[in-house]
């Protein structure tokens, strides 16, 4: 443990620094957060890697690679971050809390990256990011959102918020559940100490939006996520 935590800080810092000025100079090419995208997930699999977490993926043939999907995760831990990033295959923009975008460099990118922040707690500043969510979904570009708003503390799935349903309800634009297993004790809220662990990250197959109603996807999407976590 000791040793990781060590190795992480000491190497982890000055290569977020590095990959930092490569984001800055990548928006001379791109403008659109591909690249950054790109690079994030990258940076993600070094820290995976200087972690000592492994990652076992589970029906990576269910995400689709030819239409965008409005990703919907479970939320265990800190390090459900770094592993949805270095192993979802595909792009997409984040729906997050809007403390995360005040974190040095890495907050920076998230911005360059077009990534939504969302203030839970102002209603109508979430309205916004909603709405900004779902330019972005209509504009064929894939969201990722936590549903459960927060991390849960026991791995237990909390109740889904109504919000992620909303913005699909009716956009005919698939949902895709995701499970992640594993993350909650590598590091724990409050700590920077590092436990290596092993991580499971499974991919449902996709549920089509149609004209379900918000409560009918939501049910749906819990459930889906549920069975993966018990499997």
């Known amino acids: 443990m000791f040793f990781r935590t060590l190795l992480l800080w000491a190497a982890g810092l000055p290569i977020t620094v590095i990959l930092f000025v490569v984001v800055l100079l990548s928006l001379l090419i791109d403008r659109s957060g591909r690249c950054v995208h790109s690079i ?44 949805l990033l270095a192993r979802i295959p595909i792009q997409y923009r984040w729906v997050a809390k809007k403390s995360l975008f005040s974190i040095p460099v890495i907050g920076w990118t998230m911005t360059l990256a077009g990534y939504i922040d969302i203030e839970r707690d102002k209603a109508g500043r979430a309205y916004k990011s909603i709405e900004a969510a779902k330019e972005k979904v209509f504009s064929g570009t894939s969201i990722l959102i936590f ?40 590091m ?25 109603s918000v409560v009918e996807l939501r049910n749906r999407t819990k459930a889906a996520i549920a069975e993966m976590l018990e499997t």
């Open 188 to 212: 724990k809220r409050g700590r920077y100490s590092i436990t290596p662990a092993e991580v499971i990250l499974s991919f449902a197959p996709p549920i089509p939006t149609g004209d379900a």
């Open 147 to 186: 549903p459960e708003g927060t991390r849960s503390e026991d791995g237990t799935l909390l109740p889904f918020k109504k919000g992620a349903f909303r913005l699909v309800a009716g956009s005919g634009v698939d949902i895709l559940p995701v499970a992640v297993q594993g993350t909650g004790g590598i």
């Open 40 to 83: 994030a997930a990258f940076w993600c699999k070094i820290i995976l890697l200087l972690s000592g977490v492994k990652v076992r993926v589970r029906g990576g043939e269910n995400v689709p690679r030819d239409r965008p999907v409005t990703i919907l995760s479970n939320h265990q831990g800190a390090y459900d971050i770094p592993v």
